[in-house]
């Protein structure tokens, strides 16, 4: 049995753990609900870096590494790798998918802020389901915009943003209502891939309604990468189990 060192951040992630043993360890940034119902252990909170994580490897002996984080989670994702390099165990990724365009979507991608700040200039009305980000940038809103901000906490927005806390899945007719009422003229969005935040995205297609994507980033190689849980589970089952 090979204990595993389990680095969450997305529901497959939570899928996964609950299905492991309380030899094995459940981590989390810190960020949205912690699970309190899991058979494994369970942490919140940062290592210090890829040495801090490769130490903590090492002091309680775990055998593998997986990373199960957001797909834009670069920088955790490369404090993994190298991590299990430096304790010299394996390290596994589960890296779903990507969102795929159809042909009756137009979507755009841009490669970062700046980038989509250039390209929001001609709406009034978008609305971010990206995250945090926005929210470090409600003070440079354009006169002519007003921003709704969609994300795990309600936060306060200002004159021209509003601050939605919401987690999904979301439903179609939810979206549909949520557009509605806002008069989204634009969608922003990362590629992040999620069922569970997919419904957005048909809601765009059947308005007309134009994506700004942020491009996914570049993450690091690992010794085994799975783009499913059914694909990850049926390797990890062998390993994990008592």
Not at 22 to 38: E, F, I, N, R, W
Not at 77 to 103: D, E, F, H, T, Y
Request: hydrophobic share 45%; proline share 7%; net charge negative.
């Amino acid at each position: 049995m090979k204990r595993v060192l389990l680095l969450g951040g997305i529901g497959e992630a939570l899928a996964i753990a609950r299905r492991l043993g309380p030899q094995h360890l459940y981590s989390l940034a810190g960020l949205g609900k912690v699970p309190d119902d899991l058979a494994c252990e369970v942490r919140v909170g940062g290592y210090g870096g890829a040495e801090g994580l490769a130490q903590f490897i090492r002091e309680r002996g775990f055998d593998l590494l997986l990373d199960a984080t957001h797909p834009y989670a670069a920088q955790i994702s490369a404090n993994a790798a190298r991590a299990a390099q430096l304790a010299g165990v394996p390290c596994w990724a589960l890296r779903r998918p990507g969102w795929q365009a159809g042909i009756d979507d137009d979507w755009r991608e841009v490669a970062g802020w700046p980038e989509l700040i250039a390209a929001l200039e001609p709406f009034g009305n978008p609305l971010f389901t990206m995250g945090r980000e926005p929210l470090e940038h409600l003070e440079e809103i354009p006169a002519h915009q007003h921003w709704t901000v969609r994300c795990l906490q309600s936060l306060p927005g200002n004159a021209r943003a509003d601050v939605l806390g919401a987690r999904g899945p979301f439903t179609l007719e939810g979206e549909r209502e949520l557009f509605t009422r806002l008069g989204t003229d634009v969608l922003v969005s990362k590629n992040s891939g999620s069922q569970a935040t997919e419904p957005k995205l048909q809601v765009a297609r059947e308005r007309g309604v134009p994506v700004l994507i942020l491009a996914r980033p570049a993450l690091p190689e690992v010794d085994r990468e799975f783009a499913s849980i059914d694909s990850l589970w049926q390797a990890l089952e062998p390993l994990a189990a008592d």
